[in-house]
């Protein structure tokens, strides 16, 4: 309790002043976000005003310009220089007794802000932190800071965040401004996706129709790819960075410890450069650069002309990036061209490759190779690792974590980007109001508690996690508003996973820190998403609904008949019974002021609440939902999240459900829910088997069918039992098989397919 009212106090303290010309930030508890590895708030504070000095050792020559680019931006842009005789000065300090590479050491108290860093970069990052503690100011205030002193080092030395430009392209001072975001956040790698399937985004000279042809595409795709029928805007869009720009861009973020990682993406979502170059596919036969999003068959062949094209591209690339990372794709290469191609097929044998598979690993091995010749490493998606790894190439594994384990264990280096944690292109709330997005469900509170490590992995396997990376893949965002409502605030938890020790993780504490972060984002005109006020919900084990927020010193108002709360409704002060149909609607309330959204969830009380049930798998790590009990909650999941709490996720599992009844029960329809949909390698099953049992073990089998509305496939099994037999029965079983492996021409296809299923409606 006592720690609830310090952080009341501190979201007060930190926008209110105690004189007209004096600013405070809190003197209690900081808020900085990634937390620092420790932190210990002192008696006094530190007054900073026009007479302060300032001084930065030679060392830190980015670091030091940076903090006084942003004095100057707050009005104090005539600093004096420190001298040694003088009180009230910040200075950073080289010290080489800083073990950390990007790790600094900092002490404010009444006379001085000491910063200690035996680099540039600790000492940038020293920066980062000390910006945080200043108000955002456009005057000359007078400003207290709290005396204190931070110990701090990231927990993992790859921090990044991912933007695809292939999709849709942005502009040069919106990558700058997302580059800003990163180095406010302690983020050190910006991987740019660049090349695709949809357009080609960096300019080769040697290949001008990579810029004439590849660049631009004749439609871009309206709606979802899941809609059906598919419209498009028939409107020509694209567009490339020229190298001066790419330069430019790689100086900016040089300038704030931030890599650029570049990636030309290979052998397959290779459509665009084909488009341009028809020679370099398998068919000869011309393409356009594709119009809609997924995965196509039109993938490099190899060929003396493919193998000098992407030799001279990457040329160029490794020339332009001075980054030690190439990363060169390798995800989602369908292999039915190379099936069909004599070309590919007779390239097989004369190189002795059994199959496709080897091929795709012949591809990575031989850039990996080439590239190491330039100097450079390569990464690339989980898929390299089929038909054999490539020595030195690491690997992204973002088809969850398996990926990685299976690299680490062959002494591969790793960075964690699972889809469960990482795609910020997921929906991140469950408002029906959302922007459009591809699927999934991916809130705050699941990407702060990202656990990178693997359990699998031992000592030494564990040295190979090099980090974490947010991905920000641009199919539903054609603005740089949807970008930021999409990437923010889910990086600044992501920050916080990459750097900050996992004893200094708390999501209640971050989430208030955040809550005084907000203004800042505000002042960096970031258009992010504002879910600190939504309200959660959760079935407990005594089928009562529970309700909690987040943000601390607010109250939540209720009703369960479907009508609005207002500031006269029921304060939430304990759980709500669940007995019967109900429409619980619930608020955030601030002195009697609405915060947020309105939350609704409604309750359908049918006969397998309470039930007891079991499943013969458990749900997929990264989509369990809310457990096998969730199935018969009385809930029932979105029409449009598959990855909300109400869903279960398996990957390529039969599945085997018994729900088992306290006493005989009369049933006569059974209702299943499944997620359709294709376009993320998501399948209803092609039948489902079901059985009744009577209290002798008697049974008898259901027949189905189905009916599919948008994303959602139904399975009603009716009950008619014999003439002589009355329909009270003791359990319920229903064999579900898995719809397969993904067929030829489809998103995923050769992969497992995925069965979601939803709450099982016992009538």
Not at 231 to 241: A, F
């Amino acid at each position: 309790m006592l720690q609830r009212i310090l952080l009341i106090t501190i979201l007060i303290l930190t926008v209110l002043s105690c004189t007209k010309t004096t600013r405070h930030v809190d003197l209690k508890s900081p808020s900085i976000i990634p937390a620092p590895q420790s932190l210990q708030v002192n008696d006094g504070y530190f007054t900073f005003h026009e007479n302060t000095s300032f001084r930065f050792d030679p060392e830190f020559p980015m670091a030091g310009k940076f903090l006084l680019d942003h004095f100057d931006k707050m009005g104090f842009d005539e600093l004096n220089d420190y001298d040694d005789k003088e009180d009230n000065y910040i200075y950073l300090k080289f010290n080489e007794e800083i073990n950390s590479t990007e790790g600094y050491r900092m002490k404010i108290d009444p006379k001085r802000i000491l910063i200690h860093a035996s680099t540039d970069a600790g000492a940038f990052y020293a920066v980062q932190s000390l910006i945080q503690l200043f108000p955002i100011l456009n005057d000359k205030d007078e400003i207290h800071l709290p005396a204190l002193t931070i110990e701090d080092e990231p927990r993992f030395k790859y921090r990044g965040m991912h933007l695809d430009v292939s999709r849709h392209m942005f502009p040069v001072a919106f990558i700058k401004k997302y580059i800003d975001a990163m180095a406010m956040l302690k983020m050190n790698n910006f991987h740019w996706h660049l090349t695709d399937d949809q357009g080609w985004r960096i300019e080769i000279k040697q290949y001008p129709k990579l810029q004439e042809v590849a660049a631009y595409r004749d439609s871009t795709l309206l709606g979802h790819y899941n809609d059906t029928p598919r419209k498009y805007d028939k409107t020509r869009y694209g567009g490339y960075y020229t190298q001066d720009e790419v330069r430019e861009i790689i100086a900016f973020a040089k300038a704030r410890h931030i890599n650029i990682i570049p990636e030309i993406e290979l052998p397959g979502h290779a459509q665009a450069a084909i488009a341009a170059y028809p020679e370099l596919g398998c068919t000869n036969e011309a393409v356009n650069v594709a119009t809609e999003w997924g995965v196509f068959d039109n993938i490099y062949c190899p060929n003396p002309e493919t193998f000098e094209f992407l030799e001279n591209v990457l040329d160029e690339v490794a020339a332009l990036f001075p980054s030690p990372y190439i990363h060169i794709g390798g995800d989602e290469a369908p292999k039915t061209q190379w099936k069909q191609s004599v070309t590919a097929q007779r390239f097989i044998k004369e190189n002795g490759l059994k199959d496709e598979y080897e091929l795709q690993s012949y591809f990575i091995k031989h850039f990996e190779k080439y590239l190491a010749s330039k100097g450079k490493k390569i990464i690339g998606w989980d898929e390299i690792l089929e038909g054999g790894l490539a020595k030195d190439a690491t690997v992204m594994s973002w088809r969850g974590m398996q990926g990685a384990i299976d690299a680490a264990k062959k002494g591969n280096d790793v960075i964690m980007t699972p889809t469960s944690h990482c795609y910020f292109d997921y929906y991140q709330s469950d408002n029906e109001n959302e922007p459009l997005a591809i699927g999934g469900f991916l809130p705050l509170e699941k990407v702060y508690g990202f656990n990178p490590i693997p359990d699998e992995l031992s000592g030494e396997e564990i040295k190979h996690v090099l980090g974490v990376q947010g991905n920000v893949w641009t199919e539903y965002m054609p603005t740089t508003d949807q970008v930021e409502y999409m990437a923010f605030p889910r990086m600044l938890a992501l920050s916080e996973v990459a750097w900050s020790p996992v004893e200094k993780r708390d999501y209640n504490l971050f989430v208030n820190n955040l809550e005084v972060m907000l203004p800042r984002l505000d002042a960096m005109d970031i258009k992010y998403a504002n879910h600190l006020y939504e309200i959660e919900g959760n079935l407990n084990e005594d089928q009562e609904y529970e309700l909690s927020t987040k943000t601390l010193g607010k109250e939540i108002r209720y009703t369960t008949d479907g009508t609005e709360p207002n500031a006269n409704s029921t304060i939430y002060e304990s759980p709500i019974p669940f007995k019967e149909n109900m429409i619980v609607k619930a608020q955030v309330f601030d002195n009697a002021q609405p915060l947020g959204r309105l939350f609704s969830q409604e309750f359908f009380y049918h006969k397998g609440v309470g039930a007891t049930i079991t499943i013969n798998h458990p749900p997929h790590k990264s989509y369990s939902g809310s457990g096998a009990n969730g199935l018969i909650n009385g809930i029932v999941g979105s029409d449009t999240r598959y990855g909300d709490k109400e869903w279960l996720g398996f990957w390529g599992d039969d599945l085997e459900i018994e729900i088992e009844f306290d006493e005989p029960t009369e049933v006569n329809e059974i209702q299943l829910r499944f997620y359709h949909a294709p376009g993320q390698w998501i399948y209803s099953p092609k039948n489902v088997n079901g059985s009744v049992y009577y209290t002798n073990g008697d049974f008898f089998a259901t027949d189905d069918f189905y009916t599919i509305n948008n994303n959602i496939s139904k399975c009603i099994l009716e009950l008619i039992p014999p003439e002589d037999r009355s329909a009270r029965f003791k359990k319920i079983q229903l064999e579900i098989p898995n719809y397969g492996i993904i067929p030829d021409g489809a998103q995923g296809a050769g992969n497992k397919a995925w069965t979601f299923i939803d709450e099982i409606i016992i009538k």
